[in-house]
């Protein structure tokens, strides 16, 4: 079974220029996550999906994160404009329908850098 | 909500020796408790995991946890590392709710010859 599929790895930009991250999860998942790693913490949520919609954006910065997962499988990110504080990995992670599952299965994440 | 504290910013530990990391949860209910790996430049991988039952569960990489109410904790730990466990170790728990994953800061483990 092939695992969640994240593309770029790696990104360098400038501030204020605008970047964009996929990822495929999982066939057959239907929740989405995007999670913001900043260096020396945990993963934090910034979305979650339900099929092509979304659960909790709540932690998201709206003003210059979106996100889309169309059709319900893969999902963007972007960041438009990017700050200096933006530079993180970014991970995404699926996990399979059903009650009483609660593994999320990671990506190996894009590592962003803004400059 | 819930919460994960892990005490231990960084470890280092002799090839051969034992590991042990420490995992503090704060969590009204059960808790569904994670351990994940994280090398350098890599996504997270699951070591173990522990949803009920026994309290010392095993995982990959001759890892195991053991799960004590009493002390809310979750310690991760290893009878002799290798080199290649050197990395960095999330404890994390997850929300019978809204299935929502709390990481703790993390652990870095750096293992010396």
């Known amino acids: 079974e092939a695992g969640v599929a994240q593309s770029p790895r790696y990104k360098i930009i400038e501030k204020r220029q605008s970047v964009a991250f996929w990822c495929n999860p999982i066939s057959g998942h239907a929740t989405l996550y995007w999670y913001q790693q900043i260096l020396g913490q945990g993963p934090k949520l910034l979305i979650q999906f339900q099929n092509n919609g979304v659960v909790d954006d709540s932690q998201l910065p709206k003003d210059r994160f979106s996100a889309e997962r169309l059709k319900g499988v893969d999902s963007t990110l972007k960041i438009q404009p990017a700050k200096l504080e933006d530079s993180a990995v970014y991970l995404c992670?699926?996990?399979?329908?059903?009650?009483?599952?609660?593994?999320?299965?990671f990506g190996p994440g894009t590592r962003l850098t803004v400059t | 909500a819930q919460s994960v504290t892990q005490p231990d910013i960084h470890i280092t530990v002799s090839e051969g020796a034992s590991l042990e990391l420490r995992c503090n949860y704060s969590y009204g209910a059960t808790p569904y408790l994670f351990w994940y790996v994280q090398s350098p430049g890599q996504g997270l991988q699951l070591l173990l995991k522990y949803f009920s039952g026994d309290t010392l569960v095993q995982g990959i990489k001759g890892f195991e946890a053991e799960f004590k109410r009493s002390q809310s904790s979750f310690n991760l730990r290893k009878p002799s590392v290798h080199w290649s466990d050197a990395a960095e170790y999330f404890c994390a728990v997850v929300s019978s709710n809204d299935y929502k994953l709390s990481f703790g800061a993390g652990t870095t483990v750096t293992v010396r010859a």
């Open positions: 992670a699926s996990r399979s329908p059903g009650t009483g599952v609660y593994e999320q299965y």
